[in-house]
């Protein structure tokens, strides 16, 4: 027994001795191996000895990819914060932060047509044939007129030729007309508009007026007007018939108008189309040459006796320049 445990001891120690220098390896590669992983530089070195191949396959596997190297600046720039961002980037920056705050800091200064004052506009007479203004002119404002049109068709260079006579023979006579630029008969006052009222007041003025039944009138005789100033004198043609329509329609007129605050048409207005017209108070001359024109007039429609006789499909709403159409119903 004791000579049996001493064997046993003795091989023990000798595995011992063995094993702590090759942990168990047995063969002399086995051992080389184990030193290589112990030592990793010593493995490079030995592979940059041992050829360009293995010195290429550990470049392979020590240098970063191409696309980590591409990914890397990119990734870097966006973690930055901006103050570590590089000089050029910093300045765009910085160039564009002050020249924001010195715009919203500075002033552009107005046109000098702003700077300038207005003028008054001052009416000359002279470019509007002598007439007056009956009320002042104020920027904002519309002169508005609401009227039947009548359109004279084929009567009218015959109509023209009749004007003619009448203003011949008031200037045998030392007084001067002027013809009227179109033919037409007033349903309204001259209104001041401001240009918001233009629009609302049309519209209702045409709910108003969209279900009158169309109608025909009939001129005859002259007759004198003149405004409530007493700057114009008119020559004008009478309404003989059609004057109850014209007067239920300015009695839905001066209703609409009423909603607006705008002035009523005249009381004791005559319907009549103005055909000639004088600067001033010239009534008492008219008066007194009123039996000449008369007698003009009547051999004019003596032999045009169709033309005093006008179809009313339409009125007519003027504001400015621009002239709004308000249909008639068709007769039933």
Same mark, same amino acid.
């Given at each position: 027994?004791?000579?049996?445990?001493?064997?046993?001891?003795?091989?023990?120690?000798?595995?011992?001795?063995?094993?702590?220098?090759?942990?168990?390896?047995?063969?002399?590669?086995?051992?080389?191996?184990?030193?290589?992983?112990?030592?990793?530089?010593?493995?490079?070195?030995?592979?940059?000895?041992?050829?360009? %191949? %293995?010195? %290429?396959?550990?470049?392979?596997?020590?240098?970063?990819?191409?696309?980590?190297?591409?990914?890397?600046?990119?990734?870097?720039?966006?973690?930055?914060?901006?103050?570590?961002?590089?000089?050029?980037?910093?300045?765009?920056?910085?160039?564009?932060?002050?020249?924001?705050?010195?715009?919203?800091?500075?002033?552009?200064?107005?046109?000098?047509?702003?700077?300038?004052?207005?003028?008054?506009?001052?009416?000359?007479?002279?470019?509007?044939?002598?007439?007056?203004?009956?009320?002042?002119?104020?920027?904002?404002?519309?002169?508005?007129?609401?009227?039947?049109?009548?359109?004279?068709?084929?009567?009218?260079?015959?109509?023209?030729?009749?004007?003619?006579?009448?203003?011949?023979?008031?200037?045998?006579?030392?007084?001067?007309?002027?013809?009227?630029?179109?033919?037409?008969?007033?349903?309204?006052?001259? &209104?001041?508009?401001?240009?918001?009222?233009?629009?609302? &007041?049309?519209?209702?003025?045409?709910?108003?007026?969209?279900?009158?039944?169309?109608?025909?009138?009939?001129?005859?005789?002259?007759?004198?007007?003149?405004?409530?100033?007493?700057?114009?004198?008119?020559?004008?043609?009478?309404?003989?018939?059609?004057?109850?329509?014209?007067?239920?329609?300015?009695? %839905?007129?001066?209703?609409?108008?009423?909603?607006?605050?705008?002035?009523?048409?005249?009381?004791?207005?005559?319907?009549?189309?103005?055909?000639?017209?004088?600067?001033?108070?010239?009534?008492?001359?008219?008066?007194?040459?009123?039996?000449?024109?008369?007698?003009?007039?009547?051999?004019?429609?003596?032999?045009?006796?169709?033309?005093?006789?006008?179809?009313?499909?339409?009125?007519?709403?003027?504001?400015?320049?621009?002239?709004?159409?308000?249909?008639?119903?068709?007769?039933?």
């Amino acid at each position: 027994m004791a000579t049996g445990g001493k064997g046993a001891l003795s091989l023990l120690q000798n595995y011992s001795s063995d094993s702590e220098g090759d942990s168990g390896y047995t063969s002399e590669d086995d051992k080389k191996r184990k030193q290589e992983f112990r030592n990793p530089h010593e493995r490079k070195r030995k592979k940059r000895r041992g050829g360009g %191949e %293995e010195e %290429e396959e550990d470049m392979m596997v020590d240098t970063p990819s191409a696309s980590s190297r591409q990914s890397t600046p990119h990734n870097t720039l966006s973690s930055t914060p901006p103050q570590h961002l590089p000089h050029s980037t910093t300045a765009t920056t910085t160039t564009h932060i002050t020249s924001s705050s010195s715009r919203q800091g500075s002033t552009i200064p107005l046109p000098d047509e702003l700077l300038q004052e207005r003028e008054d506009h001052v009416d000359d007479p002279r470019q509007h044939q002598g007439r007056v203004r009956s009320f002042p002119h104020e920027r904002g404002n519309w002169a508005s007129l609401l009227y039947v049109p009548l359109h004279l068709g084929v009567y009218g260079a015959s109509f023209t030729s009749l004007l003619s006579s009448l203003v011949s023979t008031c200037r045998d006579n030392q007084l001067t007309l002027t013809p009227s630029a179109d033919l037409h008969i007033s349903l309204s006052q001259t &209104l001041v508009l401001h240009l918001h009222l233009i629009h609302p &007041l049309t519209q209702d003025l045409r709910a108003r007026l969209g279900g009158v039944t169309r109608f025909s009138l009939w001129l005859h005789g002259l007759g004198i007007y003149i405004n409530e100033e007493r700057t114009r004198t008119f020559l004008g043609l009478r309404v003989c018939h059609g004057r109850e329509e014209l007067h239920d329609i300015t009695a %839905e007129v001066d209703k609409c108008l009423a909603e607006y605050r705008l002035p009523p048409f005249y009381k004791d207005g005559s319907y009549h189309a103005s055909i000639a017209w004088c600067v001033g108070d010239a009534t008492e001359d008219l008066r007194r040459l009123l039996p000449q024109l008369e007698n003009v007039c009547s051999q004019y429609f003596s032999i045009e006796s169709d033309m005093r006789t006008f179809d009313i499909p339409t009125l007519s709403f003027k504001t400015g320049n621009r002239t709004h159409s308000i249909p008639l119903a068709p007769s039933k």
